[in-house]
């Protein structure tokens, strides 16, 4: 049907259980023909924007909208502001003036300009004079529109768009601010020699301990962890403190997902200074779900998660105490924590290639560890921003 004969698109903020139910669907019977697109669970997109189920709305508010065209839903967007981002320095990416959008999902061109529009009036409504986006919902969840590495499904907790949407977010005067990089980390033979004599005299360094987590005390060592993260990453572009009962949440969210081989915590002179998660790729099993665990995902997950052969694993955060970066004992830390995850998953878990990301473009340190392995970037995620004049 030619372009000219489609009626107008109307825009229709989201305010009952029906309209979060059509937010929602939106994305799975728009993007239902890429197969490199993993649906998430439904009851995970529900949570993430429930007020009372993801504790983000305890220092942020959203607005969801969704656009109609000739009866049907043709696009979705949502607009949101961060308290905690609005009282970061602005040198940092964030800071006072600044609200964002994210979870666009859109049929066309005109359809991603009207959510735009739509969104950015309702950020002007709440004082905003900058938009930033895309972030599903905050920096931690999914940031970034994906530019390039469409081909390839992502691992686990990494969005994936259609290649289209670059375009049209462009066309609306968004311009570039950040890039995040997502390397692809062959594992199965190891790293180069450098890195093993590193690793090697690492290991002789009577001051370095590496240790696993102790699951059995996992709320602990999910405080440590991400006390150690909010200090590691706190100079980081786009850095939003997590909150406590964030923490908690996210410790809720991954133990489920974490195994005691593939989290590490280093200590120097008995003090934690690193440390680094990585999660068995549970998309792997999540790509022909559909979005639910009805009637016999359950069991294929529970069965799954007891021993899981992870062809491919993600490593989300790693972080190293700010008082030791840019130092070689960082560098050496990385390679440890790295090192000894490598040897548990491909020995146990049949892994044969690792994900690292996101990085961002300017972290030199993290850019120099995966060019030492030899990882190279598969996925691009890119941060737009426009000021709202």
């Known amino acids: 049907m030619a372009a000219h004969h489609q009626g107008p698109v109307t825009i229709h903020p989201v305010k009952t259980k029906a309209d979060t139910r059509e937010f929602v669907e939106l994305a799975y019977r728009l993007n239902r023909g890429d197969p490199a697109w993993v649906p998430p669970l439904k009851g995970e997109a529900y949570a993430l924007l429930t007020p009372g189920k993801n504790p983000w709305f305890e220092h942020g508010k959203a607005q969801l909208f969704t656009a109609r065209r000739d009866g049907r839903t043709v696009g979705r967007i949502s607009a949101h502001i961060d308290d905690l ?66 081909d390839n499904p992502p691992t686990v907790m990494m969005g994936h768009n259609s290649p289209l949407y670059q375009a049209w977010i ?7 601010v950040k890039q995040l990089f997502n390397y692809d980390l062959p594992v199965e033979d190891g ?141 050496t830390l990385a390679f440890m924590m790295i090192e000894l995850i490598r040897r548990d998953a491909v020995a146990h878990y049949g892994t044969k290639r690792g994900d690292l990301g996101w990085v961002l473009d300017d972290n030199q340190g993290m850019n120099a560890v995966a060019k030492a392995i030899d990882a190279k970037v598969n996925r691009v995620y890119q941060i737009y921003d426009k000021p709202l004049t």
Do not use: C
């Open 85 to 150: 981002a609005l009282a970061q320095p602005v040198e940092q990416g964030m800071g006072p003036g600044t609200g964002n959008w994210g979870l666009l999902e859109a049929e066309d061109a005109e359809v991603t300009r009207a959510l735009l529009v739509t969104a950015e009036d309702w950020l002007r409504s709440q004082g905003m004079h900058r938009s930033l986006g895309p972030l599903s919902i905050s920096i931690w969840d999914e940031p970034g529109l994906l530019i390039e590495g469409f």
């Open 170 to 176: 462009e066309a609306e005067g968004y311009r570039p």
């Open 191 to 331: 790293f180069p020699p450098l890195v093993n004599r590193i690793v090697a005299a690492g290991e002789k360094n009577e001051r370095i301990r590496i240790r696993r987590v102790n699951k059995k005390n996992f709320h602990a060592e999910a405080t440590l962890i991400m006390g150690l993260l909010n200090d590691a990453w706190s100079d980081n572009w786009g850095f939003v403190p997590l909150t406590d009962s964030e923490i908690a949440f996210v410790g809720k969210k991954l133990k489920t997902l974490v195994f005691e081989d593939f989290v590490r915590v280093a200590e120097v002179d008995g003090e934690p200074v690193a440390f680094m998660i990585v999660l068995p790729n549970i998309n792997e099993l999540l790509i022909d779900m559909e979005g639910s665990l009805l009637p016999f995902n359950w069991a294929r997950l529970l069965w799954w998660l007891r021993k899981p052969k992870s062809r491919t694993l993600r490593v989300p955060l790693m972080g190293v105490a700010k008082q030791l970066q840019n130092s070689r004992m960082a560098s």
